[in-house]
């Protein structure tokens, strides 16, 4: 079976910092695998996605992840972060049904 | 916006009732997901509905059904509630063609609290 395990449930940094939220996956077979934010109150937004095309993948809002197979991670980077950019972050693998990591919470400090 | 919507957004039960809730997929998708998010914790799969038919299941008890519609939209009802069933409730629509699921779009939730 699938799942994710998501390094560091909080995370913070400083305005203009580098994000880094790391995600590792578990996965017999090539899987898909996806990160979403959650704004307080609200649902699940998608980030961006892997598909087994590049292995650099762009998202929204400046985020991107590498998929790193020999390594079995998806990490989520933006190089420089804005106050707008604290939420909780869900790393998710999909192959007969989708997984969700436990959640990293990223704090922004100005 | 996904175009998922979700209702209602607040629902409080008591032990024992039952409980309905809706959603109404994006246009153009056929597959419907229904996830429980406790607080602090990440989205749990409860099943899923493709044409109709449950396509995959979750570890949760048969107290919580589904429906998915002609026009794709879906219920999750829940039977005999428990405190612990107090959670987000989260419905995903997406495409599922040539066998494979594409990206699920997820809806605002529906947050219910079992007193």
């Known amino acids: 079976a699938q799942s994710v395990t998501q390094l560091g449930s909080h995370v913070s940094v400083s305005e203009g910092a580098l994000v880094l939220l790391r995600c590792n996956y578990s996965?017999?077979?090539?899987?898909?695998l996806f990160w979403y934010v959650q704004y307080p109150n609200q649902g699940l937004q998608l980030l961006l996605k892997y598909t087994s095309a590049a292995t650099l993948v762009k998202g929204i809002n400046g985020f991107e992840a590498e998929f790193k197979k020999s390594e079995t991670s998806f990490h989520l980077t933006k190089p420089s972060a804005h106050m707008s950019d604290a939420a909780e972050y869900f790393c998710a693998v999909s192959v007969l049904d989708m997984r969700f990591g436990a959640g990293t919470r990223l704090t922004v400090k100005p | 916006e996904t175009g998922v919507t979700q209702s209602p957004t607040h629902l409080i039960k008591t032990r024992g009732q039952q409980v309905t809730l809706r959603c109404s997929s994006q246009?153009?998708?056929?597959?419907v997901s229904w996830y429980q998010q406790a607080l602090g914790q990440g989205p749990q799969f409860i099943f899923q509905y493709y044409r109709e038919e449950e396509n995959g299941r979750g570890n949760f008890p048969p107290r919580f059904s589904g429906l998915q519609f002609p026009n794709y939209s879906s219920e999750l009802n829940v039977n005999a509630l428990e405190l612990d069933d107090s959670a987000l409730y989260l419905c995903?629509?997406?495409?599922?063609?040539?066998?494979?699921?594409?990206?699920?779009?997820f809806g605002p939730g529906t947050r219910l609290l079992v007193l």
């Open positions: 246009s153009g998708h056929n597959t």
């Open positions: 996965s017999s077979v090539p899987p898909y």
């Open positions: 995903a629509s997406s495409l599922t063609a040539g066998g494979r699921e594409e990206t699920q779009y």
